[in-house]
């Protein structure tokens, strides 16, 4: 029944308008625990829904999976209020007024429910309209959009909270989940071509933040390419041109199912995998065409442009690992996250922060390795010390610089909660209270003080 109904969704009537395009500098801000929900950036209201605090996340209700779980019966309406109320019109406003120009959206499987084991995962349904209605909203405001695979099946990450289920039993990397994640990547591709809500989707993020040895990611470096690959079968089913991939096939247009499966059967590029993920997509579409309210009236658009698609650079890992650079086709981006505050990068005063930042050799590194352009999807005024309005002036300052040498920066995060549980951490992880304190300028691409980094900066520094 779903295939038959998908094979009725014309793709003349779902091709709507230009696609969202990569601004020339990116100036950003993370959406966080937004659609994936992160109890340390709001813990009153993570215990006012009925989860728990603890010093380590595993031991308590301190992730999505395990609330859910306690509390089957209210977790739907729990979770709709927190999506309705955590990423507001209200903020959408103050962000474009901030001058802010994209956003990070960290998003976990389950918010294409079709993918959920009802029997064995426990997450809260609904997410799918949150996430485009939120869209919508960034696009009529003129911003721009990441869609950031944060949170993938199985766990990708142990023992925490960003990835939806806190445990130490990571299953992401087999065979299994790879496939669901490309199922996900494949609906969403679809979706920010399709859906008008969505054409502020500019890229598609692979996963966030793997496990950094990666000897204990089997199987990473193929799943890489198979995303790249399933992004592009989409847009050559769609009649969208990507640079780098030719084929001489027609693709029929007359309706979503014939023309996937002529794309993905078109060219001795897409394996096997790549096909399956591809299809396994078809009726998860058909259903969300109908939950949407996709408008079946307009005329087919040529105006769409490829989605970028992105990943962590290769040295987020070590002990070998694959390189991202070797999976592209058409436009790509790769990213860093840099924070200060887990210790490590500088000795934990001004001076050394300053100094280390100034110089932050990270850029012509990934730079020589192939992984450009490059953003920063992650950061924050986070410290080590006890930091002063003064200081964290010129470290908003230091690291909007260095970052801004590269294709720009998305920090961590756009609100944060204000109460005596967070402990005062707003200060330097809002970046709407930052700008409403002063410690970033109005106009991001500006500076309080341009030569930040003039006192510090080695003869050798990029």
Request: aromatic share 12%.
């Amino acid at each position: 029944m779903q295939l038959s109904i998908a094979s009725t969704i014309l793709l003349a009537s779902f091709l709507r308008g230009a696609t969202a395009a990569i601004p020339d500098k990116v100036y950003g801000v993370n959406l966080g625990s937004w659609l994936v929900l992160e109890p340390w950036m709001l813990p009153a209201e993570w215990t006012a829904m009925g989860g728990e605090i603890c010093d380590t996340c595993s031991d308590c209700i301190m992730s999505e999976f395990p609330l859910v779980q306690a509390h089957p019966d209210t977790a739907d309406e729990l979770f709709q209020k927190h999506w309705s109320t955590w990423m507001t019109q209200e903020h959408v406003d103050g962000l474009a007024d901030a001058g802010i120009n994209t956003v990070r959206i960290p998003l976990g499987y389950w918010i294409v429910e079709q993918l959920v084991d009802r029997q064995t995962e426990f997450y809260a349904r609904g997410g799918i309209k949150q996430l485009q209605r939120g869209l919508r909203q960034l696009r009529d405001a003129g911003i721009g959009a990441i869609l950031d695979h944060h949170a993938p099946p199985g766990v990708h990450s142990p023992n925490q909270m960003f990835t939806g289920h806190c445990t130490y039993d990571v299953q992401f990397y087999t065979e299994y989940n790879y496939h669901r994640a490309l199922v996900w990547t494949a609906v969403m591709a679809a979706l920010s071509h399709l859906d008008p809500a969505f054409s502020s989707v500019f890229a598609i993020e692979a996963i966030n933040e793997p496990v950094t040895d990666a000897n204990q990611t089997p199987g990473y470096g193929e799943f890489q390419k198979n995303f790249v690959k399933v992004i592009r079968a989409v847009e050559l089913a769609l009649g969208i041109p990507v640079q780098g991939l030719s084929t001489n096939v027609q693709i029929p247009t007359a309706n979503l199912a014939a023309a996937l499966g002529t794309a993905v059967n078109s060219s001795d590029l897409f394996n096997n995998e790549v096909k399956s993920a591809v299809l396994d997509s078809v009726p998860i579409l058909a259903e969300l065409a109908f939950e949407l309210s996709f408008p079946q009236t307009l005329g087919h658009s040529n105006q769409r442009q490829p989605l970028v698609t992105n990943f962590m650079d290769v040295t987020s890992q070590y002990n070998n690992p694959p390189n991202p650079a070797n999976a592209k086709i058409g436009p790509q981006v790769y990213d860093d996250h840099v924070y200060y505050n887990f210790g490590g990068a500088a000795d934990p005063n001004p001076e050394a922060y300053l100094a280390s930042m100034c110089n932050l050799p990270r850029l012509p590194h990934d730079v020589t390795l192939g992984d450009s352009p490059i953003w920063f999807g992650e950061w924050a005024l986070s410290t080590e010390f006890n930091a002063t309005d003064e200081f964290l002036n010129k470290w908003a300052d230091a690291q909007k610089y260095t970052y801004g040498k590269s294709k720009g920066w998305i920090f961590w995060n756009f609100r944060f909660e204000d109460s005596p549980q967070a402990g005062g951490q707003i200060r330097q992880w809002s970046y709407l209270e930052g700008v409403k304190r002063g410690y970033f300028t109005k106009d991001p691409s500006k500076y309080h003080n341009p030569d930040i980094c003039a006192p510090y900066v080695s003869a050798t520094a990029l």
